[in-house]
């Protein structure tokens, strides 16, 4: 019996207006009122998936792909990208290609050369979850000591093979929305991971958990 329900949220929980179905709503209800666990697990950041997490009431939140769980009052942060590694190679980058669309994440804020609400908005409502961004012209002098991710606009697999290229051992790249950007996070960093600490926490066997989700992020915590 499944004791744990995992859900990714873009094109897989939410419909192609960002909305949950009522009737999607109303089966996880049921999930929750048996006792089934159930999790929210996302490459967004807390303030565009926290009213999703709320509104189904559920038990954890994982967001930017593991880096971040929410669990009641408890608050699970990773190692994420070291903030002077986040510098190093947003400037590389910017300084190779001045025109190409580059953000990075820090303490549930975006940092970017455009404004992202704009361009990954794609309803008025995710607009207005994303937030305006900390526009910048430059990357140097990011604020904290680690970044839970950076977001490259990607145009061919060079450009994707150049970002592995930059990487230290503990980082690596995945793509994402069907390949156009890449996403650098800490090799610790992973939906499945994630799953897993909360598993153990609530003394769930990982053979009892139903995950679902549709994009690269998803394969491990799918066939893991």
């Known amino acids: 019996m499944t004791k744990m329900i ?3 949220l873009d094109d897989t929980l939410l419909r192609s207006d960002k909305t949950v179905s009522p009737y999607t709503e109303m089966v996880l209800k049921k999930a929750r009122d048996a006792g089934v666990k159930l999790v929210l697990a996302t490459g967004r950041p807390i303030r565009s998936s926290a009213p999703y997490h709320h509104q189904l009431q559920c038990d954890a939140l994982i967001c930017h792909n593991g880096n971040i769980i929410l669990c009641g009052e408890q608050v ?12 190093r190679i ?8 001045p025109n190409k669309k580059l953000s990075v994440e820090i303490n549930d804020r975006i940092y970017g050369n455009f404004d992202v609400s704009v361009v990954w908005g794609r309803t008025e409502r995710d607009r207005q979850m994303l937030g305006s961004p900390v526009m910048v012209s430059d990357f140097s002098g990011l604020p904290g000591d680690s970044a839970d991710k950076i977001l490259i606009e990607l145009a061919s697999d060079e450009e ?8 230290t051992l503990d980082l690596y790249a995945q793509p994402a929305d069907g390949g156009k950007l890449c996403i650098v996070m800490n090799k610790s960093t992973s939906k499945l ?12 066997p990982v053979s009892l958990v139903a995950a ?3 994009d690269y992020n998803d394969i491990e915590m799918l066939s893991g």
């Open 6 to 8: 995992v859900l990714d």
């Open 76 to 87: 699970f942060s990773g190692p994420g990208v070291p903030i002077r590694e986040a510098e």
């Open 90 to 97: 947003l400037t590389s980058l910017q300084k190779k290609y």
């Open 160 to 167: 994707y093979r150049e970002v592995w290229g930059l990487l």
């Open 193 to 204: 991971n994630a799953v897993k600490q909360l598993a153990d926490l609530w003394n769930i």
């Open 212 to 214: 679902f989700g549709d």
